[in-house]
């Protein structure tokens, strides 16, 4: 972490100018009590940025969204869990629409001023019935102390929380950072399903947040992996409303630089967290190449070591099988050649020259027994490199993932189906 940069509390509530809420809305199940409905708001005008999946099945919300950041200065964003409102043709639309509006309403903004993001089952009409009638009580519910709730709000089969704040001085002045977000299956971004809001009082224009924002998400979210399956409702929506009381931030200044910086630790820690509450996940593994002729090669290398089933399970069984990784190595279609791969790990050879090393089994087994490790992939053909981090695949995640019946039978319950 760089040296300027202090953890705080507070979430998206950090900076300056930022209130939340979140209420239940029984969106999944009515008799559920958990909060499932969540605002984030700034008091003041924002600059706003954002990253959506490259799925080329987007949810409604994502289309709204996507259309919205580039039309308007958006100031709120509004979110629930429970439904994806993903495949749900022209209503979801609507819905998406109607839901931004009301909050818009009552806050005084332009419809457009209001993003909106959802998480859940694919393919089920939204139960605006029940969406409708806690709008009032969502906006009446702001506050500066609630960016847990919202970080709780928005978890599906998370198992915890995922919340972040940070506070660093950029140019003699205190900037904070803060962030929520989800995600532990359906995950292998190019933009994983996941959300993640981001929020700062730094004055940056919308230019240079945007690009500062994407470069980010190239370092952290775009090289996370739990599954291989990418979502139609991944987003990435952060919001500046420049209330630290610093002057814009120009780009390529110094100044642009330390708020990059940051911006990619806290996003950087959102990715790590939701790799490690993967869906029944027990290990967190970084996967790293090195040596590789060009970038496009490390890169190819290292998602396909950190996607291969094959290799997550043999993590799952503490089975130290470099056999596996240099498999998906010399399918990665990428520049290598066999007798140069070099593969250790947690810094224990297993394969030099693409042949067994003299590291005892029993001692790399110890070393992928542990809850995290890292897999370096040495190809000696040049100097780019590459870093993934991924995790297990075990039985239970298959059990987990078997079935969503109770999702549509609720919904015929609801009439929507």
Not at 225 to 251: F, H, W
Request: glycine share 8%; aromatic share 6%; net charge positive.
């Amino acid at each position: 972490m760089t040296a300027n940069i202090k953890r705080i509390k507070k979430g998206v509530c950090a900076p300056r100018g930022f209130q939340a809420s979140a209420v239940s809305a029984g969106i999944k199940n009515p008799d559920d009590p958990r909060l499932d409905l969540a605002l984030i708001y700034s008091q003041h005008p924002c600059s706003a940025a954002g990253a959506f999946t490259t799925n080329s099945v987007k949810a409604a919300p994502v289309k709204v969204s996507q259309a919205y950041l580039k039309a308007d200065k958006v100031q709120a964003v509004v979110v629930n869990s429970g439904n994806a409102n993903a495949c749900t043709g022209i209503e979801g639309i609507s819905d998406a629409r109607k839901t931004c509006k009301l909050v818009a309403k009552r806050l005084g903004l332009r419809q457009r001023q209001v993003a909106i993001c959802s998480t859940g089952v694919i393919g089920l009409p939204m139960p605006m019935m029940r969406i409708e009638p806690k709008i009032d009580g969502l906006v009446a519910g702001l506050d500066t102390n609630k960016g847990e709730d919202v970080a709780r709000a928005i978890m599906t089969s998370d198992t915890c929380k995922k919340e972040i704040a940070v506070s660093l001085e950029i140019g003699g002045h205190r900037v904070r950072i803060g962030a929520c977000a989800k995600g532990a299956g359906m995950i292998c971004p190019s933009m994983a399903t996941m959300l993640c809001f981001i929020t700062t009082d730094a004055n940056v224009s919308a230019a240079c947040f945007q690009k500062s924002l994407l470069e980010a998400a190239d370092t952290s979210f775009n090289r996370i992996t739990i599954d291989g399956d990418m979502s139609t409702n991944d987003t990435v929506i952060a919001l500046a409303n420049g209330q630290s009381g610093m002057p814009p931030i120009k780009r390529n200044s110094k100044e642009c630089r330390l708020f990059r910086e940051a911006l990619e630790y806290v996003m950087l820690e959102m990715a790590k967290a939701l790799v490690r509450d993967g869906e029944r996940v027990t290990k967190f593994v970084t996967v790293e190449v090195k040596g590789a002729r060009t970038y496009l090669d490390a890169r190819k290398v290292a998602e396909a070591v950190a996607n291969s089933a094959l290799v997550k399970s043999s993590w799952n069984g503490n089975d130290p099988n470099w056999g596996r990784i240099i498999h998906a190595v010399g399918y990665a279609q990428a520049m290598v050649r066999e007798e140069l791969i070099d593969i250790h790990i947690n810094g224990k050879a297993a394969c030099l020259g693409g042949l067994q090393a003299k590291t005892s089994m029993d001692t790399l087994r110890k070393v992928v027994a542990k809850d995290s490790f890292t897999i370096t992939i040495n190809l000696h053909l040049g100097k780019a490199e590459y870093e993934v981090y991924s995790s297990d695949l075990s039985p239970e995640y298959i059990d987990f993932n078997r079935s969503e019946y109770a999702y549509w039978k609720q919904a015929r319950k609801d009439g929507l189906t």
